[in-house]
């Protein structure tokens, strides 16, 4: 299986038009703290169509975050996450947001591969 042949997920954090995120949180996420970084509707819909474009399947949206599905080289190439990155066990973070997203995506962030034994 090549790394092409493997798909990766992801959660691309939403910004809102303040430039604030969920990351940006100082307080326990309750649900009124979520609410305060939740992001409209229809910049949902960009980001989505936008994530879509560059060749992403999008798997769920809950307002705050979108979760994607991609390629190794997919992720690499758009995001510049390292190849291997999450293999250490820590999440992996996007070095760079393409200029077309960057009004509304905080972030991209890869979990490390699980270990079940």
Excluded: C, W
Excluded at 11 to 21: I, N
Excluded at 30 to 36: F, Q, R
Excluded at 75 to 103: C, K, L, Q, Y
């Amino acid at each position: 299986m090549t790394d092409d042949d493997t798909v990766y997920g992801a959660q691309v954090v939403l910004k809102r038009a303040d430039g604030t995120s969920i990351l940006d949180a100082q307080e326990a996420l309750t649900a009124s703290v979520i609410d305060k970084y939740r992001v409209p509707p229809e910049v949902r819909d960009t980001a989505r169509k936008a994530l879509e474009g560059f060749g992403f399947r999008v798997t769920g949206d809950d307002g705050t975050t979108i979760s994607i599905e991609g390629s190794r080289t997919k992720f690499v190439e758009t995001f510049g996450i390292e190849a291997g990155a999450e293999a250490v066990g820590v999440a992996a973070h996007a070095t760079r947001i393409p200029a077309n997203v960057s009004d509304y995506v905080a972030d991209v962030i890869v979990p490390p591969s699980p270990s079940f034994f």
